[in-house]
Each structure stands twice: as structure tokens, then as C-alpha cells.
């Protein structure tokens, strides 16, 4: 059974500084990651994908991949008061467009 | 383009109706998935289609539960009889070969 495990926090960070969200996932064979971001009562929406080893940014987000591991994590540089909200790992096992599994979230807390 | 569009966005109904919740994928995508989220639970994927054809539907918790798709632009999630614990929200996304995956503003359930 393909899981995704994340810490579901709250993660409370101060303006300005980093956020580290870290994701763990159990099928070995998965291919494609993607992190969204969820605000309370809406819908989730794709930040950022990765599909190989190694660190992606994205203006102020980095996403990191460790296959070896198993491990996907995001950073939020000069985290904002509206970066506060439930960020949630998703992972793709199949190269086409079979479901994601997604783990249950972070809830992202950044204090002015 | 609008989104994917779902109806109802809120639903509250008696332990025994029937719910049927509906969406309209973004045109264009040849994949939709209906989704559920919960706070016990976080977002589980129920059933998803390729080219309107259902392709798993091992998410389902049962057979109260049913989905069909019977064209590219419109899809129906029933639930007959409904019971308390399928409140939740339900969400519908879609996407184009394996791409980012958009999802609707949700259908939130609740069953008294």
C-alpha cells in the first residue's frame, strides 16, 4: 500500500526565516512528487513538482528529492504571513495520469 | 478557462438520501478524479477515469458509493443511502496526460 507520511505540525515559523517541510514515501517505484498548498476552506493548488533527484527552486521555494531516501522536502525562503497554511506532499507511482496519493499535510504557521 | 466547477458546493441531508454530487472538468483534460478529505483521514483518492473510463475505483469505500463519467465534460459521484460518516468534503480534479492536477472548489457533505 503506497503511503506518504508527513508531520502534521503546527509548523510555527517567524517572518523572514525558513520554512523546512519534509515528506516521506513508502513505494519505491514512485516517480513524481508535487507539493500543494491548501488555505483553509479552499482547494489545493500545485506550487511544485520534481521529478529527479536533487533540488529545484522556484522564486522563494526550493524543493529537494532523495530517491535513495525516499524523502521530498520544501523550503519557503523569507516565509510570509501568507505562506500560512496546510502544505500537502503528493506522490505519483505511474509515469501517466494515475492518481496521486497525497499525505495528510503540515500546517504552516508563520508569526509576524 | 473557469476550472473545474462542482455542484453542490455545500450539501446537508438526513442519514438515508441519496447525494449526488457532480463536476465539470476543465476542457481538454482526458483525466478527472473525485476525491474525498477529511481531517481523520486527509485526501483520499476514490475513483479516477482516462478518457471517461473508469480505470480504479479501489478508493470506493463501498457499494453505497458510485461514479460515472459518461462524457468528457461531466461526471456524477452518488451516494445511496447516505450515513453520517461520509461527511466530508469531496473534491473533483482533472488533468491532461499526467499534468498538474487542478482541482475544484469542493462539495462539502454533511449527512445528519
Known amino acids: 500500500q503506497k503511503e506518504v507520511e508527513q508531520n502534521s505540525g503546527p509548523l510555527s515559523v517567524p517572518e523572514g526565516a525558513i520554512a523546512s517541510l519534509n515528506c516521506t514515501y513508502s513505494?519505491?517505484?514512485?516517480?513524481?512528487f508535487f507539493w500543494y498548498r491548501q488555505y483553509s476552506g479552499k482547494s489545493p493548488e500545485l506550487i511544485m513538482s520534481?521529478?529527479?533527484?536533487g533540488d529545484k527552486e522556484d522564486g522563494r521555494f526550493t524543493a529537494q528529492l532523495n530517491k535513495a531516501s525516499q524523502y521530498v522536502s520544501l523550503l519557503i525562503r523569507d516565509s510570509q504571513p501568507s505562506d500560512s497554511a496546510t502544505y500537502l506532499c503528493?506522490?505519483?507511482?505511474?509515469?501517466?495520469?494515475?492518481?496521486?496519493?497525497f499525505g495528510k499535510g503540515t500546517h504552516l504557521i508563520i508569526q509576524p | 478557462d473557469a476550472g473545474v466547477i462542482q455542484s453542490p458546493r455545500h450539501e446537508v441531508t438526513e442519514m438515508g438520501q441519496e447525494v449526488t454530487l457532480r463536476c465539470k472538468p476543465i476542457s481538454g483534460h482526458n483525466s478527472l478524479f473525485w476525491y474525498r478529505q477529511t481531517m481523520m483521514r486527509g485526501l483520499e483518492l476514490l475513483i479516477y477515469f482516462n478518457n471517461n473510463v473508469p480505470i480504479d475505483d479501489s478508493g470506493m469505500p463501498e457499494d453505497r458509493f458510485s461514479a460515472k463519467m459518461p462524457n468528457a465534460s461531466f461526471s456524477t459521484l452518488k451516494i445511496q443511502p447516505s450515513e453520517p460518516r461520509d461527511s466530508a468534503v469531496y473534491f473533483c480534479a482533472s488533468t491532461w496526460l499526467g499534468g498538474e492536477l487542478f482541482f475544484g472548489e469542493g462539495s462539502r457533505l454533511t449527512v445528519l
Open positions: 503528493a506522490v505519483n507511482t505511474g509515469g501517466g495520469a494515475d492518481g496521486l496519493t
Open positions: 513505494d519505491r517505484v514512485s516517480q513524481s
Open positions: 520534481i521529478y529527479s533527484n
